[in-house]
C-alpha cells in the first residue's frame, strides 16, 4: 500500500550544527506535503508545508525539500539549537479530492549542547 | 489561547469502563480529525469530520470506537467497553478546510490509561 516513512529513527546533532531529516513517500498522487514537531507530552505542531509545484521552501531556520523525481522530502534546520529536541513528522495528502493525511514513523532529533 | 483543546488531558479508568473524550477545535475550522499515538510510534488515523458529517471513519478499530461531532463544533470520541490495548495519547486536530488544503492544528491529547 502506500506509505510514508523515514530513513533514520534517531538522529544527533551537535547543537549549532545544521539537521537534515529525510522522508520518503510512495504515493505519486500526493501533492501536499507538511513537517510536525512534537516535543514530550504535547501535540504535533506545524512547521513548514509545502506544495508539489514547488522544490523548496523556507521558513525561519527551517527549510523543506521536495524530489517529486524520487519521492523524497527533507526538512533542514540551520543553527540546531536545544530546544529543537523532538521527534519529527512529514505527512502527505492529496488536494484533488479527500485523502486522508499520512504520517511517516518519525525521527527523534537529539540535540548534543 | 486559541488552539485546540482536549479533554481531559489524562484519564484512567478500570477495563470494561466507558470513556468519552472531548475536542474543541479552532473556531472556523470545519475539518476535524481523531488520532490514536501509542507510546513512542506514529499516528494512527481514526476518522475524519467535515462539518457534522464522517466522511471517512475507516480508522476507527472497532464497533467499540465511535464519535460524533455537533454544531460544526465539538466532538466526542467514545470507547465502550475499554480494554487494555486502548491504552494510548488521543489526539484530535482540525483544519480549515479539507485535509490538502491547509495543515492539521493539534491538541496536546487526552492520555488514557486502562488498567
Known amino acids: 500500500g502506500e506509505s510514508v516513512g523515514l530513513h533514520l529513527p534517531t538522529l544527533s546533532v551537535q547543537e549549532g550544527d545544521n539537521s537534515i531529516i529525510n522522508c520518503a513517500y510512495s504515493n505519486s498522487a500526493s501533492d501536499y506535503f507538511i513537517w510536525y514537531k512534537q516535543e514530550s507530552g504535547k501535540g504535533p505542531q506545524f512547521i513548514i508545508d509545502i506544495r508539489s509545484n514547488m522544490d523548496k521552501r523556507q521558513g525561519q531556520r527551517v527549510t523543506v525539500l521536495l524530489n517529486k523525481t524520487v519521492k523524497h522530502l527533507s526538512l533542514q534546520i540551520a543553527a540546531t539549537q536545544p530546544g529543537d529536541s523532538a521527534v519529527y513528522f512529514c505527512?502527505?495528502?492529496?488536494?484533488?479530492?479527500?485523502?486522508?493525511?499520512?504520517f511517516g514513523t518519525g525521527t527523534k532529533l537529539q540535540v548534543i549542547p | 489561547g486559541a488552539g485546540v483543546s482536549q479533554s481531559p488531558s489524562n484519564k484512567v479508568t478500570e477495563k470494561g469502563k466507558d470513556v468519552e473524550l472531548r475536542c474543541d477545535p479552532i473556531?472556523?475550522?470545519?475539518?476535524l480529525y481523531w488520532y490514536r499515538q501509542s507510546l513512542g510510534q506514529g499516528l494512527e488515523f481514526l476518522i475524519y469530520?467535515?462539518?457534522?458529517?464522517?466522511?471517512?471513519k475507516s480508522g476507527l478499530p472497532s464497533d467499540r470506537f465511535s464519535a460524533e461531532r455537533t454544531g460544526g463544533s465539538v466532538s466526542t470520541l467514545t470507547i465502550q467497553r475499554t480494554q487494555q490495548e486502548d491504552s494510548a495519547v488521543y489526539l484530535c486536530?482540525?483544519?480549515?478546510?479539507?485535509?490538502?488544503?491547509?495543515?492539521?492544528?493539534f491538541g496536546d491529547g487526552t492520555r488514557l490509561s486502562i488498567l
Open positions: 486536530a482540525s483544519s480549515l478546510d479539507s485535509p490538502g488544503v491547509g495543515p492539521q492544528h
Open positions: 505527512a502527505e495528502a492529496d488536494s484533488g479530492g479527500y485523502q486522508k493525511v499520512t
Open positions: 473556531s472556523g475550522h470545519t475539518a
Open positions: 469530520f467535515q462539518g457534522n458529517s464522517a466522511p471517512d
